[in-house]
């Protein structure tokens, strides 16, 4: 009995007599990894502005939006589109050396000017961050996929611009382009005018920046308008595509988002009073910047000229 009592207790564990258990290893700490260095921030825009043909008369504007865009800060030079291959090979050789967001503008020929340059940038592999076209000349060529984005503000009916400027196919970036035909106070040469439209470009290039960071190019989608005479003209640079949610309508989405009725109805080729489905996907034109309600009109009717178009 005494035997079999040690017995028992040399094998029962906890005991004095036990053999110690085997530890396991310590695991490694974890060890956070480093945080990422911040983004370099991106070099102010290079932006290059085109006068149309006989410039110095008819394309005065562009100066006008040249010194509001200088006295923004930034580099804003303009130029006769008789220069446009010299100043696009200029433009090249300055992102080759110090690389920085290239921005083109251009009205009528000026406009012409701004896509050929975007070709000739693309041969290089050089993105262009921004070209706006005003009125741009017929023979325009079609957006190349390296523009990340791209506006035309023109004329259908115009004999001396009226370039409905299309992208390529596969182009990837954003798209927006407005038809101001109906605005009878707007012609050829005064489209390029606007204060108002200046206001927003220069909102557009000083936001360029983070603009570039919070929207993506797979979720834009091209917007095409034909603006309703005497009304505001904002420049959404493309569209983004949201689900319907119970008890939507088209004035509620509109309301939500802060964006004109029509707007909305020719994004979608829907009637402004038609019923929606939750689940639908519906087309809002994306916001830039908050409209400001004291804006002027797309032409100040001060400035108002004859209504008959040249």
């Known amino acids: 009995m005494v035997l079999a009592a040690v017995a028992l207790l040399a094998l029962t564990p906890g005991t004095t007599g036990a053999s110690p258990a085997k530890s396991k290893p310590l695991a490694a700490p974890t060890v956070a990894p480093p945080p990422a260095p911040p983004a370099e921030p991106l070099p102010p825009p290079k932006i290059y502005l085109f006068r149309g043909a006989m410039g110095p008369i008819f394309s005065t ?19 006769e589109f008789t220069l446009c291959r010299l100043i696009g090979n200029r433009a090249i050789a300055s992102y080759k050396e110090s690389p920085a967001p290239i921005v083109l503008m ?3 020929m000026g406009g012409l000017c701004s896509v050929l340059i975007s070709e000739m940038a693309a041969k290089e592999n050089i993105p262009i961050s921004l070209v706006i076209t005003i009125d741009p000349a017929h023979a325009t060529d079609d957006v190349p996929l390296n523009v990340e984005r791209f506006i035309n503000i023109f004329l259908s009916d115009s004999v001396l611009g009226g370039g409905n400027v299309v992208a390529v196919p596969g182009f990837r970036g954003h798209y927006a ?17 606007s204060d108002d439209i200046h206001r927003q470009i220069v909102d557009m290039v000083t936001q360029l920046p983070r603009i570039q960071a919070a929207q993506t190019e797979a979720d834009a989608v091209p917007l095409r308008y034909l603006v309703p005479g ?5 420049l959404w640079d493309s569209g983004v595509r949201l689900p319907v949610r119970r008890g939507d309508t088209m004035e509620s989405i509109a309301a939500a988002n802060r964006v ?31 409209p400001d ?18």
């Open 61 to 79: 504007g562009m100066d006008r939006l040249s010194e509001k865009l200088t006295a923004a800060g930034f580099s804003a030079d303009v130029y």
């Open 106 to 108: 251009g009205h009528s």
């Open 177 to 193: 382009s407005y038809d101001l035909k109906l605005n009878s106070r707007v012609s050829h040469i005064n489209i390029e005018k």
């Open 230 to 234: 005497d009304t505001l003209v904002e």
């Open 260 to 290: 004109p009725l029509w707007s909305l109805a020719q994004s979608n080729s829907l009637p402004e009073n038609a019923t929606l489905t939750p689940g639908q996907s519906i087309i809002v034109p994306r916001h830039l910047t908050p």
């Open 293 to 310: 309600a004291a804006a002027a009109m797309v032409v100040p009717p001060a400035a108002a000229p004859p209504s008959r178009r040249k």
